[in-house]
Structure formats: C-alpha cells, structure tokens
C-alpha cells in the first residue's frame, strides 16, 4: 500500500525550533496523530489533530495540517535535549479496525 | 499511562521454535493490535482485534497467528520462528470507534531468532 512519508533525520541545536514534516495517504483519514519514542520504551502519543482543523497549539507544540497537499507538520519550540527522540506521524485507517499507519519516523537530535 | 503489559520483555530463540508473546490491558478497550517494528521500517501492523475471538490480518500477517480469548489478552505466536522475525514486538490498544482514535502502547518485546 501506499506510505506515510517522513523525512529520516533533523539535527538542531538547543533553543532552536525543529519541525518535522509528513505526507499522509488517505485524504478520507479523520484524525493524524503525532507520537514520540525514545531509546528502548514505547510509542508514547504527544498530540493528534481533527482533519477539520489547519492548526492545533499544545504548549510548545505546534501541528499544522494542509488537507489539499496531505501534509502534516510538528514544530517544537525552544527544543531541548530532551526532545531528541523519534517521531512518527501516523494516520488513522478505518479499513484495519481503526489501526494507525505509521510512517517510517523521524530521528530528532538536539545538540547543546 | 494505559494498563497495558507485554510479556515476555526480552527472548531469544532458534529458528523453528515456536514462540507467544502475551499482551495483557486492563483498560477494557474494545480493540488490540500487534505492531513490529524494524530499522528502516517504522511500524507495521501484524493482526489485530476487534473483540473476543475476532480477529483479522494486518500488512505483515504471514508467518504470525493471534488469539483473543478474553477481552484483557492478545497472543502473539509465531509456529514456527525465522531470523526474520527477529524484531521489536509492539502491543497497542485502543477505543476504536466514537474516541479520538490514538493507540496506547506497550513497552514492546525484544525478540531475537538465531
């Protein structure tokens, strides 16, 4: 089937922002859903947005979605060493007893 | 964090033995998933289920059966285990339908097939 497209890596230095950007598949999916792993634990759920929206705020998180181009972005602001980890965007699919798709994620590095 | 335990945590086992891995919830979710996930990649759904004793397969269902015999336990067995299968085994859980849709993880189970 088709994928979730993620950039692999984004280094940036402490302080800065990141944002890490995503292409979804299925223009009918109604929820995107951004996750974070770090070294050895599970996927952990930081934030999702409803296809209605274009713009979801969570302290320093910042989700915009682009329904026409299907594409999903997260920015940190101020990231810290302790954002570095990976993350996944996700899409809902309805077809897999509501299952997620997942992209491949992408591996955040934050130097001091 | 959701209630949910997956057991075991670490294996390793030679190819040809056949090997479960328990996901227990105590949350009561209607749907359970099992997810591997692999360098280059992410994450790819195995089975899931929808219910006691419903099942259905996912992208990467070859190789692997479930049984759902109560709402509390997804087993994950593989009859026969390949170094292919060597992965990192995810439980995840969920509402399904009416909530926002996001999936609960487990810690994941490390499995390796020499």
């Known amino acids: 089937g088709e994928d979730v497209e993620q950039s692999l890596f984004l280094s940036v230095r402490e302080g800065d922002s990141s944002v890490i950007n995503c292409t979804y598949t299925?223009?009918?999916?109604?929820?995107l859903y951004w996750y974070k792993q770090e070294p050895g634990a599970g996927l952990q759920l930081l934030t999702y947005i409803f296809s209605n929206m274009d713009m979801k705020q969570d302290q320093r998180l910042t989700v915009l979605l682009n329904k026409k181009d299907k594409h999903l972005s997260l920015r940190i602001a101020d990231t810290q060493t302790g954002d570095s980890a990976i993350y996944f965007c996700?899409?809902?699919?309805?077809?897999?007893?509501?299952?997620?798709?997942f992209g491949k994620g992408t591996s955040l590095l934050v130097t001091p | 964090d959701a209630g949910i335990t997956q057991s075991p945590r670490h294996k390793v086992t030679e190819t040809g033995t056949p090997v479960t891995l328990r996901c227990h919830q105590t949350e009561n979710h209607r749907y359970m998933y099992w997810y591997r996930q692999d360098p280059g990649h992410g994450l790819r759904l195995i089975h899931y289920?929808?219910?006691?004793?419903?099942?259905d397969k996912g992208e990467v269902s070859d190789g692997y059966s479930v049984s759902r015999s109560k709402t509390e336990d997804f087993l994950l067995t593989l009859e026969s285990a390949t170094s292919s299968q060597t992965s990192v085994y995810f439980c995840?859980?969920?509402?399904?339908?009416?909530?926002?849709?996001?999936?609960?993880f487990g810690e994941g189970s490390r499995l390796t097939v020499l």
């Open positions: 995840a859980i969920s509402g399904g339908q009416g909530y926002t849709g996001e999936l609960f």
């Open positions: 996700a899409e809902l699919n309805s077809n897999s007893g509501y299952a997620l798709n």
């Open positions: 299925d223009s009918s999916s109604t929820y």
């Open positions: 289920s929808y219910g006691v004793k419903d099942t």
